[in-house]
């Protein structure tokens, strides 16, 4: 029992030392705590006043350097200041010299105008008093004068115009030659009439029976829808298409060939098919007509110009290729006006645009010049760029220098050996016309057209056309034949007078 109390009494003095222990321990562990916290505090004090301290010197720093600018800047505008006031003086000072020479120069010009009319009056005075002398007036003596010195040179006179005539007309015809054979050499493209025909091949013979139908059917679908004469002859595996629009062809001839594709023909199926070529072409009509502004360089055109542009491929003038015609127009015309100092940007798009109106000249009426450029100018395109146009078949007057260069262009394009097709009955009616124009004139006694119809020889009767009135015979056979008749290139006009004098020795 003893024990047990002496235990429970140890234990419980064991518990109070512990107890008295950790207070001691917790006490010394809070004085460290604020002694640490203290330091901390002051080291933050310290640490904040430094960085106030250094912002204040930044401040100063950065006030110090915005007034040394701001000096700066008031010494400059001082300096812009002087100089301004410098430049209204000098100007003051020329506004008053301007203003002296302006006064001096109106007093001359008033003294001249004064003298002028002193000058006048003396020569109508002395006019008038020669006048009274002579008995005639002034005209009278000039028209006299004039008709004595023609008569007395009459000879001479006509030599001599016809020499001067001559030698302009050489150097100007010799120089325009080195300018147009510049222009061919620096552009040749191949030239392959198109013709009004296309053949279709097909897989195997037993085709054409499909493609007939029953009763033919399938081939009266066909053409109806697509516009073509389909000829299915007796050569192995071929049918030729027929039209003389190249659009239709194309569309046959795709249709053709998404019908042998499909297997299956049917008039519901060739309706189906001629349908997705047209599609198919229209796709096509604008991707041609992007190769060829792209080709020229040409960006600016609008959208329906281009896609106009794409249809001339497929429309033929005379058997040449409209597009391509186009093309090759513009490339002249782009060199020529190169060569010739005048604006090449508007020969060369007035060029390429200047037969646009033939890609709807089937649907709409009117001339395809007049087409052209209502087309120009319902979409925006300039005014210089259809003057250039406008004028290439005389239509329209040449109302720029790019105007005589695209029909120049036009011409050579058109002329160019194997370009064109000419008909037999074209070509005859031509030289028939050309020999009508120029019996027509008084005085001519034979006419031939000659040379493919590039010359015209015509013989006189020597006594009613003389020396100056043969020059102006040539000249009015010339110009009638310009306004009356369509031709490509030039055509030569020859007056020629012979006089002979026959006398028998008997």
């Known amino acids: 029992m003893n024990q047990i109390l002496v235990a429970v009494l140890a234990l419980g003095a064991g518990g109070v030392a512990g107890y008295l222990a950790r207070q001691s321990m917790a006490a010394k562990k809070s004085g460290l705590l604020e002694r640490q916290g203290e330091e901390t505090l002051k080291k933050a004090k310290d640490e904040a006043q430094d960085i106030v301290l250094e912002a204040k010197d930044k401040a100063l720093a950065v006030l110090d350097e915005a007034k040394k600018e701001e000096k700066n800047r008031r010494l400059e505008i001082e300096k812009n200041e002087n100089r301004l006031f410098q430049r209204e003086e000098d100007l003051s000072r020329r506004d008053k010299e301007l203003e002296k020479r302006r006064t001096e120069t109106e007093l001359k ?4 105008e004064k003298a002028e009319e002193e000058v006048r009056a003396k020569r109508e005075q002395a006019v ?26 009459r ?11 001559h030698e302009r007309e050489e150097e100007i015809e010799k120089k325009s030659l080195e300018v147009i054979t510049s222009a061919i050499q620096r552009y040749a493209r191949s030239h392959i009439s198109e013709i009004t025909t296309s053949t279709f091949t097909l897989p195997s013979e037993d085709f054409k029976g499909k493609i007939i139908g029953r009763e033919g059917r399938n081939i009266r679908t066909l053409e109806r829808l697509s516009g073509v004469e389909l000829i299915v002859d007796e050569s192995p595996d071929t049918i030729i298409i027929s039209s003389f629009d190249p659009m239709r062809r194309e569309i046959a001839r795709l249709s053709l060939e998404k019908l042998v ?14 349908e997705e070529a047209k599609a198919e072409i229209d796709k096509r009509i604008g991707e041609i007509g992007e190769a060829a502004v792209y080709e020229l360089n040409v960006y600016d055109f609008p959208k329906e110009i281009v896609q106009l542009l794409g249809r001339l491929h497929f429309r033929t003038s005379f058997g040449q290729n409209v597009l391509a015609h186009s093309v090759e127009v513009a490339h002249l015309a782009g060199i020529l006006a190169s060569e010739l100092g005048a604006n090449v940007e508007i020969a060369k798009r007035g060029a390429l645009v200047h037969d646009i109106g ?8 009117g001339t395809h010049v007049e087409l052209g450029r ?3 100018k319902k979409y925006g395109v300039s005014d210089e760029i259809i003057k250039a146009m406008e004028s290439h078949h005389d239509d329209y007057p040449y109302a720029s220098p790019e105007a005589y260069i695209v029909a120049a262009a036009d011409a050579l394009s058109a002329a160019r050996p194997g370009a064109r097709r000419g008909t037999l009955e074209n070509y005859i009616k031509r030289l028939g016309d050309l020999e009508t124009i120029a019996k027509s004139f008084e005085g001519v006694k034979e006419a031939f057209a000659v040379q493919a119809g590039r010359e015209l020889r015509i013989f006189v009767l020597p006594e009613k056309i003389d020396d100056f009135r043969a020059l102006q015979l040539a000249r ?15 055509i030569k006009v020859n007056v020629i007078r012979e006089v002979r004098a026959v006398e028998y020795a008997r």
């Open 261 to 274: 594709k499909d297997g299956r023909i049917q008039p519901a199926k060739i309706e189906e098919k001629v």
């Open 476 to 490: 009015d056979v010339a110009g009638k034949i310009e306004s009356e008749i369509k031709y490509p290139g030039e």
């Open 128 to 153: 008038k008093e020669l006048s009274e002398i002579a008995g005639i007036t002034p005209e009278e003596a000039r028209k006299k004068l004039f008709s004595e010195v023609e008569e007395k040179y």
């Open 109 to 112: 010009s008033q003294s001249l």
């Open 155 to 165: 000879d001479d006179l006509a030599q001599t115009v016809r020499k001067i005539f």
């Open 374 to 376: 209502k087309i120009l």
């Open 358 to 365: 033939k890609a709807i000249d089937h649907d709409v009426e």
